[in-house]
T-cell receptor
Framework: EADIYQTPRYLVIGTGKKITLECSQT?????MYWYQQDPGMELHLIHY???????EKGDLSSESTVSRIRTEHFPLTLESARPSHTSQYLC????????????FGSGTQLSVL | GEDVEQSLFLSVREGDSSVINCTYT??????LYWYKQEPGAGLQLLTY?????DMKQDQRLTVLLNKKDKHLSLRIADTQTGDSAIYFC??????????????FGQGTTLQVKP
């Protein structure tokens, strides 16, 4: 079944640790996105990619980095986690069509202590 | 999110209709969307409307678009407790690269009381 997967679902980690949030999709979508969502607030785009070897910064500045070595995989990395990085991170993908229907993963809830 | 505005909370009784409103600012928006987010989950696309349409109906969902006023609404008929969730309005914008990104509102929490 075509889908988009995020792991881990929840992550609690100490300050200064390096973390990678995984995102994979089986729909063959070229476009992938990372959104950050704080409780009770809207989603903010932090990274996006239009295909392999393409990565762009989103509207909200983020200290995280992303890579797109394979079409189906779009991991997000924080080199040194801080409490200010505590948030929900949502990965999404879409096809190259006029109606930008995004398919979202279940999200990773990150807590940095 | 400041370009797409939604009321934060709506409470209705089971069986009533719910109307969630959204205003946006970019007249170049091509598609407008409604997403649903249940607790602890990602967003699920409910429906979308092309900007040259006034209305779209899909079972219990009716989307109304007033392009002149840049106002979008989602009506849920016969609201059920399972409809309790956060509903996000989003618009798709076209930049010079002709690649769109979605701009989301802050979400409306719908509470359905039995």
């Amino acid at each position: 079944e075509a889908d988009i997967y995020q792991t881990p679902r929840y992550l609690v980690i100490g300050t200064g640790k390096k973390i990678t949030l995984e995102c994979s999709q089986t729909m063959g979508h070229d476009k992938m996105y990372w959104y950050q969502q704080d409780p009770g607030m809207e989603l903010h785009l932090i990274h996006y990619s239009y295909g392999v070897n393409s990565t762009e910064k989103g509207d909200l500045s983020s200290e995280s980095t992303v890579s797109r070595i394979r079409t189906e995989h779009f991991p997000l990395t924080l080199e040194s986690a801080r409490p200010s990085h505590t948030s929900q991170y949502l990965c999404a993908s879409s096809a190259w069509v006029l109606n930008e229907k995004l398919f979202f993963g279940s999200g990773t809830q990150l807590s940095v202590l | 999110g400041e370009d797409v505005e939604q009321s934060l909370f709506l409470s209705v009784r089971e069986g009533d209709s719910s109307v969630i409103n959204c205003t946006y600012t970019d007249s170049s928006s091509t598609y407008l969307y409604w997403y649903k987010q249940e607790p602890g989950a990602g967003l699920q696309l409910l429906t979308y409307i092309f900007s040259n349409m006034d209305m779209k109906q899909d079972q219990r969902l009716t989307v109304l678009l007033n392009k002149k006023d840049k106002h979008l609404s989602l009506r849920i008929a016969d609201t059920q407790t399972g409809d309790s969730a956060i509903y996000f309005c989003a618009e798709s914008r076209r930049g010079s690269s002709n690649t769109g990104k979605l701009i989301f509102g802050q979400g409306t929490t719908l509470q359905v009381k039995p």
